[in-house]
């Protein structure tokens, strides 16, 4: 009994208790506020706030608390920056910059008159309240991505906007930090633009180079891969603090510098980002419950006041800055409302900033207080309001019918054939960025074993191989099914099992340069194209595809008449967009209005250039336009339909020849 009073004697020293009580609150809280439609993280925050020191004082703030409570607050600052399409703010940059301003300049332009004359709090604390009221964090972008409005134009101004807010408040808490030491001087301002520019210039031009070099060599080393971008996130923050700003600068340009290199549906950001949800981030938020002190605001009226005038000021500028964005740009009532939605959250900067002000002495245990109040409502009032505008804007622009009639898409399939698993890890990450993300089916893997008397011992190694390589090599949110199948011969058995599963794509590997390839050219691909209906795309990948800087795409004359148009162009697209990469289209006036009409319709903002291309030949036999970085797309057609040429014979073979040391696709559409 001595022994178990001492372990549970207050507050809670063994380190066993603490981390398992941690896991269990990050385990429960979010659960039990998800069934009342309240976002976890304001469950995260209220159990840091009833275990901590003014709480029942089961945990305190200590070292162990205080590295996973830095580490949480640079992981979120780091996914922040890795989370944002880079395609969207490039696509809308002047509205987004447009309404960046109207979020940063409208919020501190009443939040700092409330804090200095209303609250009569100093300067440089209300100077640094009135930033954090022009912060705001995507928490309910889910809600648009899950009702199909991600696409509209308000949508992708808001998370423009948001690069351009919260990196304009973080460089100006570097500036109130600096001279609320008494640092603030020519000598300062000169300091800090130098190191910024070095800082800079080390995480946009060394670092992706770096980054590239590492991720070629270290191709096979999935977890290396993992803790080389945590070593570039942590040595960020330190190289922006001897830059003389927070570490949490450091830790978001760390995720704009890696955010080209690591597609949003990649394994390496599935892991990355599940490590933050599932522990660090989490630790962070209940360790910033912790801080919190609710008796604080039942000691008097000033507290209840302070909190209630920071929630106005937030709620107030964040809707008047959607009011001026709606009028600027002619928006509908809906879409400022759904930008209203999206912005009005504030939760991860707000943190930090709060936090950073906090221990720097400049902000006071109110404005901390009322600052947790502020998160837990506007997180509640953004997830409603976003919900109620998305639906509206679905109603409104008639996105409901397109909806509707792309829920086929949900039943998409694609299909890899795998003759050895040293070709299959690139073609399964090309899978994986292509698919379509409401598909209910997994991606599957084939493998054909020849029908002899080894058939039954053969098909079980096959699989086992094949489950054990997708067991180690993959972390994704996309399920992956093996099918090991017999057949006398493997284009047949790929064909038939195909049309088994219904799959509505093919990828294959490039045929193997031997001496007989026109024999397997002229055969098996055959076989394969004239017995399946399917889009099938042909690769071979010289490098990691986030590595890629272009997409050049090849189009014959006649192709956008082609039945499986839509299909390989909606891949392409993504497939830019994954990799944050632009488009250049080499094709014909026709094809060029085909392809623009098509993106339009889909509201696709991928940056794109077209080339006039009056004979695809030409491309084909001598495509001096490529070069070892780019992906190259090579788009034919099936022998008999509207776009075939003479010259799409042994297509593969004429490609191997022309194009030496580059990533490559043949598409059949």
């Not at 066993?16 to 309240?38: E, Q, W």
């Not at 909606?570 to 623009?596: D, F, R, V």
Request: proline share 4%; net charge neutral.
């Amino acid at each position: 009994m001595d022994d178990i009073s001492e372990s549970f004697r207050l507050p809670w020293q063994n380190p066993v208790l603490i981390f398992s009580l941690i896991l269990f609150i990050i385990l429960i809280a979010p659960t039990v506020l998800n069934r009342l439609k309240i976002p976890g993280i304001i469950g995260l925050i209220i159990s840091g706030a009833i275990i901590g020191p003014h709480g029942f004082n089961l945990l305190e703030k200590g070292l162990f608390t205080e590295v996973f409570s830095t580490v949480g607050l640079l992981y979120i600052m780091f996914i922040a920056g890795l989370e944002l399409d880079m395609n969207e703010f490039k696509a809308h940059r002047n509205r987004s910059i447009t309404f960046g301003f109207f979020s940063f300049a409208i919020p501190l332009g009443i939040g700092f008159p409330v804090c200095y004359f209303l609250l009569d709090y100093d300067f440089y604390a209300s100077l640094l309240t009135a930033s954090m009221f022009a912060t705001h964090t995507l928490v309910t972008y889910p809600i648009v991505s899950r009702l199909r409005v991600s696409n509209n134009p308000a949508v992708a101004v808001t998370v423009g906007g948001t690069i351009l807010t919260d990196t304009a408040v973080l460089v100006l808490l570097a500036v109130i930090v600096g001279a609320h030491k008494g640092s603030l001087s020519l000598e300062f301002w000169i300091r800090l633009i130098l190191s910024l520019a070095i800082f800079m210039g080390i995480m946009f031009y060394i670092v992706p180079k770096i980054t590239k070099w590492f991720f070629k060599k270290m191709a096979s080393e999935k977890y290396a891969h993992f803790i080389f971008v945590l070593s570039m996130v942590f040595l960020a923050a330190f190289l922006a603090q001897l830059a003389g700003v927070e570490a949490i600068i450091g830790a978001f340009v760390a995720g704009l510098a890696l955010n080209p290199l690591i597609p949003n549906s990649s394994v390496l950001f599935n892991r990355i980002e599940f490590i933050g949800n599932a522990l660090f981030i989490p630790f962070f938020l209940i360790s910033v419950g912790m801080l919190v002190d609710v008796s604080v605001l039942f000691n008097g009226t000033w507290a209840l006041i302070v909190a209630g005038a920071l929630i106005v000021v937030a709620i107030s500028g964040k809707w008047l800055a959607s009011f001026l964005t709606q009028k600027v740009f002619n928006y509908s009532k809906s879409e400022r409302q759904l930008i209203f939605g999206l912005s009005n959250a504030h939760a991860a900067a707000t943190l930090a900033i709060i936090l950073v002000g906090y221990r720097e002495g400049i902000l006071d245990i109110n404005i901390l207080n009322g600052t947790i109040v502020l998160i837990l409502v506007t997180c509640v009032v953004a997830s409603f309001a976003t919900e109620r505008a998305a639906k509206k804007v679905l109603i409104s622009t008639g996105q409901a019918d397109e909806v509707r009639s792309s829920e086929t898409n949900a039943a998409e399939r694609l299909l890899i054939p795998i003759i050895n698993t040293a070709n299959m890890e690139r073609a399964l990450e090309f899978a994986v960025l292509i698919k379509e993300k409401r598909s209910t089916f997994p991606i599957s893997i084939l493998t054909v074993v020849p029908n002899n008397t080894e058939a039954e011992n053969n098909i079980a190694t096959a699989r086992r191989t094949l489950e054990d390589f997708v067991y180690e090599t993959t972390a994704l949110e996309s399920s992956v099914e093996v099918i090991a199948t017999i057949d006398h011969n493997a284009s047949s058995g790929i064909a038939r099992v195909a049309k088994e599963i219904m799959s509505n794509i093919i990828i294959l590997g490039w045929p193997r340069k031997t001496g007989f390839m026109d024999k397997i050219v002229g055969g098996k691909m055959d076989i394969i194209l004239g017995g399946t209906g399917k889009t099938i795309f042909i690769c071979h990948f010289e490098q990691p595809l986030p590595n890629h800087q272009r997409l050049v795409v090849a189009v014959p004359a006649l192709g956008e008449l082609e039945s499986g148009f839509s299909i390989w162009l909606l891949k392409m697209a993504q497939l830019s967009q994954e990799l944050t990469t632009p488009i250049h289209y080499y094709c014909n006036e026709n094809t060029q209005k085909g392809i623009l009409k098509f993106l339009k319709s889909r509201r696709i903002n991928n940056k794109s250039t077209f080339h006039d291309l009056s004979h695809w030949e030409s491309f084909v036999e001598n495509p001096h336009k490529t070069g070892p970085q780019d992906l190259c797309v090579i788009v034919a057609a099936r022998d008999g339909s509207v776009s075939y040429t003479r010259t799409m014979e042994n297509l593969a073979v004429k490609i191997d020849t022309a194009i030496k040391a580059t990533s490559k696709i043949i598409v059949y559409p």
